[in-house]
């Protein structure tokens, strides 16, 4: 039996709707390609320098573009990271607030990961004046295992995989098309602080790509400058602390603490962070289209406080308000 076959019409048909879904297909494809990631990790969520079972130390994943960016990198980043699907070989640069160690203490483990693995070109890590001394610090611990090397020979030098930049207020670093800029706040600025004495600064930053924009605090009290860095920004990502919650805490688990050590814990907790209450003034008087809460400076876990810091935040904003755990994402999409 002859088998049957396509008429030249038929087969024109075929081949004009092959070409059309194809067309369809890359006009997809096109309008993907023309609205770069631009997407926030909150890869440890905790706040303050003691550990949790529930929250890692504090550090975040900027995914711009083609850029992989770490903000402030915590102990634990390099394994949270690798939760949240990526590898340190991916993380090109390092922007940290502050030199405080639970912000910083897992640069090394980034930056060391990636040298032993020689995955290629160099980490940069931005950061107030210190952070050439933080990284040199780093970059002098791997001096023993660079003689030791790993078993495939001797690695590359460190000091030509590790580089610093230090950053002054108000400094703007473009990466591409990403802008970043960092201004200083008053997290450092207590009544005979060591850290204002010295001259120490600690930065919040805007990431801004096209016409998209993530301000994070890092660690602040209430500050007219971060809330003018934060103007119309599409994405807040601040810290908070509960006061009286962390001040009963430490009264219980400290009875030798007098009156004035706890009367120092409130001036520092009330100067050096903020409420949710004040949250919630920054959000509204930036205009942020969306808030998230992160660096979370409670007693307990999350969810017995959480309520009360959303209900909180809600007295003086009425934009999208997010409690973040460890590996939530939120994705900033194109407006057109």
């Excluded at 509960?242 to 814990?265: F, H, K, S, W, Y």
């Excluded at 962070?273 to 919630?280: K, L, S």
Aim: proline share 5%; net charge negative; charged share 20%.
């Amino acid at each position: 039996m002859k088998k049957p076959s396509l008429s030249k019409t038929s087969l024109g048909l075929l081949l004009i709707m092959a070409a059309q879904i194809g067309t369809a297909n890359l006009a997809v494809a096109q309008n993907v390609s023309s609205c770069p990631v631009f997407r926030w990790t909150t890869l440890g969520t905790a706040g303050g320098p003691i550990p949790t079972y529930e929250r890692s130390q504090p550090s975040n994943l900027l995914e711009a573009a083609d850029l992989t960016i770490l903000v402030d990198s915590g102990d634990a980043t390099a394994g949270q990271l690798a939760k949240a699907g990526h590898s340190v070989g991916e993380v090109q640069h390092i922007f940290i607030s502050h030199l405080h160690l639970d912000h910083t203490a897992g640069i090394a483990g980034v930056a060391g990961l990636r040298w032993m693995n020689e995955h290629p070109g160099a980490i940069t890590i931005y950061g107030p004046p210190g952070t050439k001394e933080l990284v040199d610090g780093i970059v002098a611990s791997m001096a023993a295992p660079a003689r030791i090397g790993f078993g495939f020979g001797l690695p590359s030098k460190p000091e030509d995989r590790i580089k610093s930049v230090e950053l002054t207020d108000g400094q703007v670093v473009e990466l591409g098309d990403l802008k970043i800029k960092a201004v200083a706040n008053n997290h450092h600025d207590g009544p005979g602080d060591m850290a204002k004495k010295i001259g120490a600064l600690a930065f919040s930053y805007r990431f801004d790509m096209d016409d998209r924009s993530i301000t994070y605090t890092g660690d602040t009290g209430p500050d007219a400058r971060v809330t003018a860095l934060a103007k119309d920004s599409d994405l807040l990502v601040s810290e908070v602390i509960e006061v009286d919650q962390m001040i009963g805490m430490i009264a219980e688990q400290r009875p030798e603490l007098n009156e004035m050590m706890l009367g120092a814990a409130r001036m520092h907790f009330t100067t050096h962070h903020v409420t949710p209450e004040e949250v919630g003034k920054m959000a509204k008087q930036a205009a942020a289209k969306r808030t998230v809460l992160t660096h979370y400076v409670i007693p307990g876990e999350l969810g017995k406080s959480a309520q009360s810091l959303y209900d909180k935040v809600r007295k003086n904003y009425t934009g999208d308000v997010d409690l973040a755990r460890d590996l939530s994402s939120y994705d900033i999409g194109c407006k057109n």
